[in-house]
């Protein structure tokens, strides 16, 4: 399941600079996602891959609509929002291969 995993981020867009800004944050977070979803995994050897991909899913929309005094804070939302989106991804491959 970890290969699938890798090869999921094989397959994304390199961050690159001299793309619009908003290229370069998705890539980049979305990177960042996967790298710390395989450390999600390997933290929580109890749980089966897709058990810690679910948690780790859970947390990031968690993260994702918090507000502080009411108001979003937009970046930290966009980063949180984006791993939820490639855990989500990552979910469907792993569900896909049992």
């Known amino acids: ?50 058990q810690a991909v679910e948690r780790f899913r859970a947390k990031m929309n968690s993260y994702s609509t918090m507000q502080k005094d009411g108001s979003r804070n937009t970046e930290a939302n966009c980063i949180f929002s984006i791993a939820y989106d490639v855990a989500t991804d990552i979910l469907d491959i792993l569900i896909a291969m049992e």
């Open 1 to 50: 399941m970890v290969a699938a995993i890798l090869e999921y981020k094989a397959s994304l867009a390199e961050p690159v600079t001299a793309y619009p800004q908003t290229h370069f944050t998705q890539s980049s977070y979305s990177h960042w996602a996967v790298d710390e979803i395989l450390m999600y995994i390997f933290v929580h050897l109890k749980l089966t891959p897709i």
